[in-house]
Antibody, heavy 119, light 108 residues
Framework: QLVQSGPEVKKPGESVKISCKGS????????IGWVRQMPGKGLELMGI????????RYNPSFQGQVTISADKSISTAFLQWSSLKASDTAMYYC??????????????WGQGTVVSVSS | DIVLTQSPGTLSLSPGGRATLSCRAS???????LAWYQQQPGQPPRLLIY???TRATGVPDRFSGGGSGTDFTLTVSRLEPEDFAVYYC?????????FGQGTKVDIK
């Protein structure tokens, strides 16, 4: 399963790092993605990472806006911002690819982390 | 980028009815990497279908997927109360991977 960190309430310009801890499987062997869902809106894939090699692919819309990383020693993936904007207010999901056998599809999801940015 | 357009935006049906959801791609998909997800209010998405037509683990057989090229469908043969939700298609064959905007299936 994937368990995400708790809600974050921040001010514009602040930084934040949210996490997604994997358990019950070989964390390094499966791609993990981050998906944004703004209030009342649809799903947007931000990027994916392969923890074994740290290969990371960003959706161009999010390139340079966020950083995706992972620490294999604690089976945890991260999504971080260095300077938040109000428009970053959203629910963020991590999702694992193929953990249950669905080749290249997101078949296991974290519960989501709300990031709220307001002055 | 491949744009996925889902229709209709909202589908109002009765329990026991048949739901047919459409997902149209702006260009032909070069692989079978097309998935469908279901999202209930306040819940993360749940994978239903991957590879256009393969049901994910634990998904009832009333859900089926099909299509090719630019036109894909998700069919729910007999709607159960728990099927009223928002459904998203996703292509994961061409970077950047993209989602459709969603179709809401609500109770008529």
């Amino acid at each position: 399963q994937l368990v995400q960190s708790g809600p974050e309430v921040k001010k514009p310009g602040e930084s934040v790092k949210i996490s997604c801890k994997g358990s019950g499987y070989s964390f390094s062997s499966y791609w993990i993605g981050w998906v944004r869902q703004m209030p009342g809106k649809g799903l947007e894939l931000m990027g994916i990472m392969y923890p074994h090699t740290s290969e990371t692919r960003y959706n161009p819309s999010f390139q340079g806006q966020v950083t995706i990383s992972a620490d294999k020693s604690i089976s945890t993936a991260f999504l971080q911002w260095s300077s938040l904007k109000a428009s970053d207010t959203a629910m963020y999901y991590c999702a694992g690819m193929g953990l249950l056998g669905a080749i290249d599809a997101f078949d296991v999801w974290g519960q989501g982390t709300v990031v709220s940015v307001s002055s | 980028d491949i744009v996925l357009t889902q229709s209709p935006g909202t589908l109002s049906l009765s329990p026991g009815g048949r739901a047919t959801l459409s997902c149209r791609a702006s260009q032909s998909l070069t692989s079978t990497h097309l998935a469908w997800y279901q999202q209930q209010p306040g819940q993360p998405p749940r994978l239903l279908i991957y590879g256009i037509s393969t049901r994910a683990t634990g998904v009832p057989d009333r859900f089926s997927g099909g299509g090719s090229g630019t036109d894909f469908t998700l069919t729910v043969s007999r709607l159960e109360p728990e099927d009223f939700a928002v459904y998203y298609c996703q292509q994961y064959g061409t970077s950047p991977w993209t989602f459709g905007q969603g179709t809401k299936v609500d109770i008529k």
